[in-house]
């Protein structure tokens, strides 16, 4: 387990799916407990739709993760040491690609989600 | 204990006269009248109404309609033995506009009856209220009874007066039986210098004075048979005296430039009957009469010198009233808490809106509520039913059927058949908006511009709406429901448990778009309300103001402090007023010296203005001044409805002069000790009162047997100017007990009264061959073929009479 998270060295691609594949599901379900706990949390007295309440529990959510996910990665550095981050090496972003997903994946979700709250707020709509 | 009066104006002059009586009493003794007299008033034309004093109006009014001409005529004939005097039923008057100057007319008006009324009965019937009035006061207060003195007034030019003064007189013999004088006291026109345009007005006088002289012989007989069924018969003269004054001297130089200054005086002249000189008169008429030294007819002079408080009071309480209607219509700036503003105009459009998005909030929360039955908890127990799957069929199915305009039982029936709670609820906002910006600012400008921001709030947020594809039309509602019952369905978020909330959230959002779908038509209809005044939208508690209101009642209120003077409606006008007076003031002709403290009227109206100032707390005026407490919208949309013009005009200057009167802004001013210190003025002023206003070709010399006396407040003060005259060796006026008359509370004010008689109309008038002229022969150049020499003395006569 320990390996799982504190190790960027590339073996097999079917280690590496393994591993991208859990890093995936950990972050689904930390977004989802986090947001889970956000939407009992905040916005209780807001005025404003539920809808839109909700999208930004969820904004808050990956932002949360975003945080936690920066100090998992300040911790891997101080573990594995600066030394081990070889940038002009191929097997190195091989090795750390299930941090480089989530972390990309991130950012692109938030972008993302939060282009798409813009419009509901800015459309002229309501529902 | 004063004699019971009755006091009868008839025709337009009549009222002038009884206006100016009303106003001379009213500055004396602060009331209309004293009680032991009525002024009554018979008039012909609709339009014409007494017009009272600060305190109100006690001149009552008796209309006498010629409306259905024709019918009236065939009226009498049936019932009055088909007397030959009626006009021509061909003859055609514009209803409600008076006797057309003729006096056959103005004779069928007092007779006649139709659709408005029994003219004679209503005649009959205010004489005797106004006599049952004297008498009651007047044996109330002496425990016995006291014999009632009428005098009759108005012109003999038009149709009504010269048509009706002999009926009027012996109406009075017959309803009053144990009348002590019956006086009529007439206005002719002046000497004219050319008759040409006039010809109506002399030939109605000398036709109305050889009536008169008819029935002054007591061979001739007046023999009627009134519309009342009575068969009249009199061989006494109608009048016990009646005294005729016009603009002119005896010499037939001009005594009045102005046919108001008669009225004037004529109104000053029955006014100090009432106020006490009737008696004084009396005595000397009586001695007089018998002595056959006056004859039936009179006349008199009449000079006074005056410090005008009353004309002070009234061009400084105009001079607040237009500043107050310039603040109300003053288009750039207004008052707040005492501070001039100018009005923003980006401020109340941004302050509106704000207001607006309240309006509509409170307007649709109050849509959420039908009966006992709150629509929101019944929503929310709807989303839960939903998401438990305790419905039949599929979820968007069972949306649509909640919201659906085919539904006449669920919730869009509800709401649509409590719309009208919402209609009240954006009809009061705006009108309490407009109507607290109004109060706070006494601006009209400001709260139509309120009105206007308003509008153009709910104008964007139709136009929002509309772009939101909302309209209110109920398919497209449905069509609209249906995407938004599918958007329920997706994106629950179940999986962080808030499915409930999120479907109670977006019906809620449904029932939010069909209050917006169910409002669109009364928007729409409110902004045509406001705008283009053909929907009339009434709220819980208000009505909708409109644009227009503002528009025309700042139209009008310009008018009446002269700013648009074309209009109709500026027949009054402060700014007319204060030029009315103004040259009043200045008419030298007029038999009144003005005599004031500074020498200068204008330093005079300055002074009390000042004083108003100091006393009243600055000189900024407020509708506080005239309405109190009341509210200024309602106050305005009353008058609107009535005449606006008249009333605003009688309020502003009532409460005004009821300001300027109890804060006691004008002092008295002793005019005695005016009178002894300009003597010669004084002196001229007195002689102007020898000469009777009537040109008279016979010497009437002064005869102790008729009344010549000084009027004042004060018996020694009168003594004073006397014998300060004599000094001058005038001796015009003489200190005896018939040569004072003292009336206590007569103040700013001393009168010279000569009165002459013993004269023969029809002889002795200067002016009197003119006038028959006029009568007998039709004038040259009139367009109307039809109008022949008998036509023409047919128009100029009114009585069976050679």
């Known amino acids: 387990m320990e390996n799982l998270f504190f190790d960027i060295i590339y073996s097999t691609v079917q280690q590496l799916i393994i591993k991208i594949l859990v890093f995936i599901s950990l972050t689904g379900i930390l977004i989802w407990f986090i947001d889970l706990v956000l939407t009992k949390l905040l916005f209780k007295r807001s005025k404003q739709r539920k809808e839109l309440s909700m999208r930004l529990s969820f904004l808050w959510s990956i932002f949360v993760y975003f945080i936690l996910f920066n100090i998992y990665i300040f911790v891997l550095l101080h573990y594995i040491g600066l030394d081990a981050f070889d940038f002009l090496a191929g097997m190195f972003y091989l090795g750390i690609m299930p941090q480089l997903i989530v972390y990309l994946g991130l950012i692109i979700m938030f972008l993302s989600k939060q282009f798409t709250l813009r419009n509901i707020i800015n459309e002229k709509q309501i529902n | 204990m004063a004699t019971p009066t009755i006091i009868i104006g008839i025709g337009t002059s009549g009222l002038y006269t009884l206006e100016h009586v009303q106003r001379f009493y009213y500055e004396t003794y602060k009331t209309n009248k004293p009680e032991n007299v009525e002024l009554l008033y018979i008039e012909t034309n609709e339009t014409n109404k007494p017009t009272g004093t600060p305190i109100g109006n006690d001149i009552t009014r008796v209309y006498i309609s010629l409306d259905s001409m024709e019918k009236m005529i065939a009226d009498i004939k049936t019932s009055c033995n088909n007397p030959a005097w009626l006009p021509d039923p061909r003859v055609v008057l514009t209803a409600g506009l008076g006797a057309g100057g003729i006096r056959s007319c103005g004779r069928l008006a007092l007779w006649g009856k139709n659709q408005q009324g029994d003219n004679f009965s209503n005649v009959i019937n205010a004489i005797n209220h106004a006599y049952a009035n004297v008498m009651r006061i007047a044996n109330h207060a002496v425990n016995q009874t006291t014999k009632p003195t009428v005098f009759i007034t108005g012109s003999l030019t038009g149709g009504t007066g010269a048509g009706i003064l002999i009926d009027m007189g012996y109406l009075i013999r017959h309803l009053i ?44 007989k007046y023999k009627e048979k009134w519309p009342n069924g009575f068969a009249k018969e009199y061989s006494e003269p109608p009048y016990e005296l009646v005294q005729f004054i016009s603009q002119d001297y005896q010499d037939g130089n001009p005594a009045i430039s102005s046919l108001n200054g008669l009225y004037k005086m004529a109104g000053l002249y029955l006014f100090m009957n009432i106020a006490g000189i009737y008696e004084k008169r009396r005595e000397r008429l009586v001695d007089a009469s018998g002595n056959s030294l006056i004859g039936k007819y009179g006349t008199f002079g009449l000079s006074a010198i005056q410090f005008p408080k009353d004309q002070i009071q009234e061009f400084i309480s105009s001079q607040s009233s237009i500043l107050l209607l310039e603040r109300l219509t003053d288009p750039s700036q207004y008052y707040l808490n005492g501070a001039l503003r100018q009005i923003s105009r980006a401020s109340i459009k941004q302050n509106m809106a704000i207001v607006w998005d309240s309006i509509i909030e409170k307007a649709f929360s109050t849509l959420n509520t039908v009966g006992q039955n709150d629509l929101l908890v019944s929503i929310e127990k709807e989303a839960i039913r939903i998401n438990k799957q305790n419905i039949k069929g599929s979820v968007v199915e069972y949306i649509i059927s909640m919201f659906t305009s085919t539904q006449n039982d669920k919730y869009y029936a509800l709401v649509s058949n409590n719309i009208k709670s919402a209609q009240n609820e954006f009809v009061d906002g705006i009108f309490e908006q407009v109507d607290s910006n109004l109060q706070n600012t006494e601006s009209l400008y400001f709260a139509k511009y309120v009105l206007e921001d308003l509008i153009e709030s709910i104008e964007r947020t139709l136009n929002y709406w509309k772009s939101l594809g909302m309209s209110s039309q109920p398919s497209n509602w449905d069509n609209e429901l249906r995407k938004l019952a599918i958007g329920c369905t ?70 009446l402090i002269g700013k648009n003077d074309g209009m109709e409606e500026s027949t009054i006008s402060f700014t007319r007023r204060l030029n009315d007076i103004t040259g009043d003031i200045n008419d030298k002709t007029l038999p009144i010296l003005r005599v004031y403290p500074s020498n200068s009227f204008e330093k005079e109206c300055a002074k009390a203005n000042e004083m108003y100032n100091q006393k009243s707390g600055g000189s900024v005026r407020s509708m506080k001044d005239v309405i109190q407490t009341q509210n200024i919208f309602e106050y305005f949309k009353r008058k609107s409805a009535g005449k606006l013009n008249e009333e605003i005009y009688l309020d502003f200057l009532k409460a005004y002069r009821l300001k300027v009167d109890a804060l006691n802004c004008i002092e008295d001013f002793n005019v005695a000790s005016y009178i002894k210190n300009h ?3 004084s002196i001229t002023t007195a002689k102007r009162a020898t000469s009777p206003f009537l040109k008279i070709n016979r010497i009437l010399s002064p005869n102790p047997y008729l009344p010549r006396f000084i009027v004042g407040s004060d018996n020694n003060e009168i003594v004073e100017v006397i014998n300060a005259f004599q000094g001058k060796n005038n001796y015009d006026f003489q200190d005896s007990k018939d040569g004072k008359s003292e009336l206590t509370n007569l103040k700013n004010i001393i009168v010279f009264y000569d009165e002459k008689g013993n004269f023969q109309m029809t002889t002795d008038l200067g002016y009197i061959q003119l006038m028959k002229d006029a009568f007998e022969n039709v004038p040259s150049g009139l367009a109307d073929e039809n109008i022949t020499k008998e036509r023409w003395m047919n128009n100029r006569s009114a009585y069976s009479t050679q």
Not at chain 2, 190 to 217: H, Q, W
Not at chain 2, 495 to 503: A, C, G, M, R, Y
Not at chain 2, 535 to 540: A, S
Request: include cysteine; hydrophobic fraction near 40%.
């Open chain 2, 177 to 220: 039986q144990d009348i002590k004088d019956l006086y009529g006291l007439f206005l002719l026109p002046k000497e004219p210098t050319a008759l040409r345009g006039y010809e109506v007005m002399y030939g109605n006088s000398f036709g109305a004075i050889k009536d008169l002289e008819y029935y002054n012989k007591i061979e001739n």
């Open chain 2, 490 to 559: 997706q994106n629950t978020y179940k999986t962080v448990f808030e499915q409930d909330s999120v479907l109670k959230d977006r019906l809620y959002a449904i029932l939010e778009l069909m209050k917006i779908h169910l409002s669109i038509r009364i928007l729409i209809d409110i902004c045509k309300h406001v705008k283009d005044s053909k929907i009339k939208l009434q709220g819980g508690l208000h009505e909708l103001p409109k644009l227009e209101f503002f528009d025309r009642l700042i139209e009008r209120i310009n008018a």
């Open chain 2, 679 to 681: 003597l010669d003025e």
